[in-house]
């Protein structure tokens, strides 16, 4: 069956429709089922179908049938004609309806309807839009203004002359600010006229006719903020608020605390009152803060009395500080003499970023040594790299913006013609900077430099985190205790304690010295001490000036690495004669024995009496090539975080290379620059705390004056070696005092030290490093390299009396006693996989005598003693050895003889060995308490 064309039953009715409308007289009296409409062909030829099917009438002609026939097509094709023209035209109406649709033109009333819609859609989203961002900006607003607090002249007043104080660890005060940076506040009347008028004339020309905003500047400065550009709108009392009561960010929001501050500044404190309070607070460049400090600094003269030349270049000073200072630095060119150099110096921390000195610098050190421009210790920081100097001259920035500012009074008619030409012809002598202003000393100068460089990583330029170091009115809370701070000082202004004490032509004593105590599991420095005589003229901070660790660098280059990778165990025996080393550099090195070549030995003994040559020999075992050696070792230095090893080669002044990858250089500490006693105190806190490195600090947190926190300070860590590894570390470094030659930093309270003495060749620079359960500490002596003697000749630096590192010990051990004096005793606490064994201390094997040793599990001795049992009897008191199949006692007797208290006194075993140590004292492990042998 034909599936139907739903259309060809649209095109039906419609044509039904026509003709029943349109040929309503027509003769055709076909009728049509409304149910059953068909196409004018299919209708024809079923109702021909149907006439050939029905009765036939009588007999008609055959020329009446045809006729008939004839009539009846005629009929069939008229209708057929009609109904198809009625299609057509059905179809070809509905064509015309579409077009006219698709080009009808709305009507002009319309179209006004259609704009008046279409604006007030724009105009209904315009204001919702600004409904939405007048909230936001309003919401914006009073946040940024939740933690307003009220102001007045008094506040004003208090906070101009606020500066920074420094407190100690328990909240008490230590001091304030350097004085050289203090501001020095003083009333408007003492202030030229002429630097009145300039600053209002480049800074705020409206200044007296404004409510305390420019809102034509303030719209400007916002524009350029926008655009990702800094400009200044601020008036002279929104800068108020900047300086004092706000920040120097440039943010919206604290663009908005100042105009709020501004607005209610100018409610109730005069125009006069408001500049004054602005002149003795804003930043002029070089650590100045103020008008009278900045007449001071720069013109050598008070404020009131300024001309107007100086009041002008001065006034220019606060676009830009540190690009129209009126003086700058510049490079030596080589050409200078005395004259041009005497007050002209400026030295900077060679971390400042400055370029290194350059040969002409170089040579010039010497120059200024000769000149007396210099004194030892600048000399020695010079020569070592530590420091860098400029010069300082005119800076012609600082006269072209003076032009400026004259141009600009002129222009406002607050100075005359003649007085702008004679200002602009005015010959303006600048004082330039005493360097001897710019070295401090031991604690402050660390907490300064520490703050300055934490605040220049917030975002600060140095500039500016100086101003709020000196000015800010920050409390910085530092870690000092100050009862450890006065041990170290009382100890160190006795003559007594220094050997061959002497006073130098330029008032410094000699030798000089630091001590640095930390508490190693935070890191906080608790006392600090940078030299001798420390009121004297330019003296540095030795704490953190690197000077040659010598033996005090083994136990951290060699020892703890061997230990680590396991190539050795506190009982391995290395000979300690002279000679047969591994590789052919140490063949040619060829150091001597230092322990007048006992045979072989512990390591644990090498290390107690520092040999050498067991030193060079642990080295060695530290990988398999020369190269690979000193890798690991430096691996380890800087881990233990002594950053001032050189790992690189560069040209020194004869043009050798220097470096510190020798073994020399890691071995025995002879570093081309040396490490500082801080650095030593940090590497060696290291093994106390289980094998973590802790950064040290000096301060905990910095807030404004009213509480709010700008820097808290946490401890940056790492790990170094495993606690195992640390405490064998550790027990090896206590037998340097119980056993070797550290005896002298022993406690008399009995709590343990474990701890390394250093020195150089001919004991030039002499070391203790030593800590206990409770505290780590470094003490450095020597004297400063290049030191005149009074009659102006250079003195040789001379050895340190009294054995050396003897001598630091012993400070070392005056200084820790005081300090634990009133703790309680306690022991390093063991890791569980450590064990105790009974060795003899000499050859490190097991012993019925000796001392317990500690070993990580599974590298305890395996062999016995070799050594005689001594012929001279003495008694025993249970001696006790944990291994690691468990534990055993035995007895042994030993001779010599015990003295003292605690873990003093001296004895023998065997061969000469003298253990220094008192065996009428008991150690307290925490596998459990045992007695040691008592010596006759």
Avoid: C
């Amino acid at each position: 069956m034909k599936k139907e064309n739903p259309e060809d039953n649209k095109i039906r009715r419609r044509v039904v429709s026509s003709n029943k409308k349109n040929n309503s007289s027509s003769n055709d009296n076909t009728s049509f089922d409304k149910n059953n409409l068909k196409l004018p062909s299919e209708r024809q030829k079923e109702k021909n179908q149907r006439k050939s099917k029905s009765p036939s009438q009588g007999s008609p002609t055959r020329k009446s049938t045809k006729s008939s026939n004839t009539s009846s097509k005629t009929r069939a094709v008229n209708a057929s004609q009609n109904e198809s023209s009625g299609v057509k035209s059905l179809l070809d109406s509905r064509k015309n309806n579409d077009n006219k649709k698709s080009t009808k033109t709305p009507s002009k009333a319309a179209k006004r309807k259609m704009r008046s819609k279409r604006k007030k859609k724009i105009i209904g989203t315009f204001i919702a839009l600004l409904i939405i961002t007048f909230a936001s900006v309003l919401g914006f607003v009073f946040a940024s203004l939740k933690d307003v607090k009220p102001v007045n002249e008094a506040l004003l007043d208090k906070l101009t002359h606020q500066t920074t104080t420094i407190k100690y660890a328990n909240g008490e005060t230590m001091s304030t600010a350097p004085t050289l940076y203090k501001k020095s506040p003083v009333p408007l009347s003492d202030i030229s006229p002429y630097l009145r008028k300039a600053i209002v004339s480049i800074e705020d020309e409206r200044f007296y006719s404004h409510g305390g905003v420019d809102y034509w500047g303030l719209g400007r400065s916002i524009v350029k903020t926008l655009l990702g550009r800094t400009q200044g709108g601020s008036t002279i009392t929104m800068q108020v608020s900047k300086v004092l009561l706000t920040s120097s960010d440039q943010t919206f929001s604290r663009k908005i605390k100042d105009i709020y501050y501004a607005l209610e500044m100018s409610k109730t404190i005069s125009k006069d009152k408001i500049l004054e309070i602005y002149l003795n607070n804003y930043f002029v460049g070089k650590g100045l803060v103020g008008a009278e400090s900045g007449a001071m600094g720069y013109f050598d003269k008070h404020s009131k009395d300024l001309t107007l030349g100086e009041a002008a270049m001065l006034a220019g000073v606060t676009r830009n500080p540190s690009k129209y200072a009126p003086y700058i630095t510049a490079r030596i060119t080589g050409n200078e003499t005395k004259n041009d150099l005497d007050h002209k110096l400026l030295y900077f921390q060679a971390s400042d970023g400055l370029q290194a000195a350059n040969k002409v610098e170089k040579d010039m050190i010497e120059k200024l040594y000769e000149w007396d421009l210099v004194d030892s210790d600048t000399y020695k920081q010079l020569k070592s790299g530590d420091l860098v100097f400029r010069k300082a001259i005119n800076n012609p920035d600082a006269k072209a913006r003076q032009e400026i500012v004259l141009a600009k009074m002129k222009e406002l008619n607050v100075i005359s013609d003649k007085e702008y030409v004679t200002a602009l012809k005015e010959n303006i002598n600048i004082r330039f900077p005493d360097s001897s202003e710019k070295i401090a000393n031991s604690v402050e100068s660390l907490i300064e430099y520490d703050v300055i460089d934490a605040l220049m990583e917030q975002g600060k330029t140095e500039e500016e985190a100086r101003n709020m170091y000196y000015n800010g009115g920050l409390i910085i809370n530092t870690t000092i205790d100050p009862k450890i701070q006065q041990s170290i000082e009382e100890e160190y202004e006795k003559n007594s304690n220094f050997p061959n004490h002497k006073i130098t032509s330029s008032g410094l004593s000699q030798p000089q010295s630091a001590s640095v105590i930390i508490d190693y599991k935070t890191g906080n420095i608790k006392g600090l001490i940078g030299g001798r005589n420390i009121k004297a003229r330019k003296t540095l901070n030795r704490a953190i000036t690197p000077y040659q660790p010598g033996s005090a660098i083994k136990p951290l280059s060699v020892y703890t690495a061997a230990i680590d990778t396991q190539k050795v165990t506190q009982s391995t025996l290395i000979s300690d004669v002279r000679g047969g080393y591994r590789f052919s550099e140490n063949r040619a090195d060829n150091p001597e024995t230092t322990t007048q070549g006992y045979g072989s030995m512990s390591i644990r003994h090498g290390l107690a009496l520092s040999s050498n040559t067991i030193a060079y020999k642990v080295g060695e075992l530290l990988g398999p090539t020369y190269d690979d050696t000193i890798d690991v070792m430096m691996d380890y230095l800087r881990n233990f975080g002594l950053t001032t090893i050189l790992d690189f080669k560069e040209e020194n002044k004869a043009g050798l290379q220097r470096s510190d990858r020798h073994f020399n250089s890691l071995v025995l500490g002879g570093l081309t620059k040396g490490v500082t006693p801080l650095q030593m105190a940090a590497a060696f806190g290291t093994l106390a705390n289980g094998g973590v490195y802790v950064e040290p600090e000096i301060f905990t947190t910095i807030t404004t004056y009213n509480g709010e926190m700008i820097i808290k300070n946490t401890p940056k860590t790492h790990k170094v070696v495993d606690p195992e590894v640390s405490y064998v570390l550790t027990d090896m470094l206590k037998a340097v005092i119980t056993e070797g030659i550290g005896q002298n930093a022993s406690l008399y309270s009995g709590i343990p030290v474990a701890g390394k003495t250093g020195s150089t060749n001919n004991y030039l620079d002499t070391w203790f490093v030593g800590y206990t359960p409770y505290y780590v500490g470094s003490t450095y002596i020597g004297d400063d390299a290049g030191t005149k003697n009074e009659d102006g000749t250079t003195m040789k630096r001379r050895a340190i009396e009294g054995g050396g590192s003897m001598s630091a010990a012993k400070l070392w051990g005056k200084i820790m006693n005081k300090v634990h004096q009133n703790l309680e005793y306690k022991n390093f606490v063991k890791p569980d996989k450590v064990y105790m064994t009974t060795i003899n201390p000499i050859d490190g094997g097991r012993s019925s005598y000796g001392v317990l040793a500690a070993f990580i599990e599974g590298t305890s001795p395996d062999r016995y003693s070799y050594y005689v049992q001594p012929t001279r009897k003495s008694t025993t008191q249970g001696a006790t050895d944990q291994t690691d199949s468990g534990s055993s006692s035995g007895t042994g007797t030993g001779t010599g003889t015990g003295t003292g208290t605690s873990s003093r006194g001296s004895g023998s075993y065997g061969q000469g060995y003298n253990t220094q140590q008192n065996y009428n004292s008991q150690r307290n492990y925490n596998q459990g308490t045992y007695n040691q042998v008592t010596g006759n």
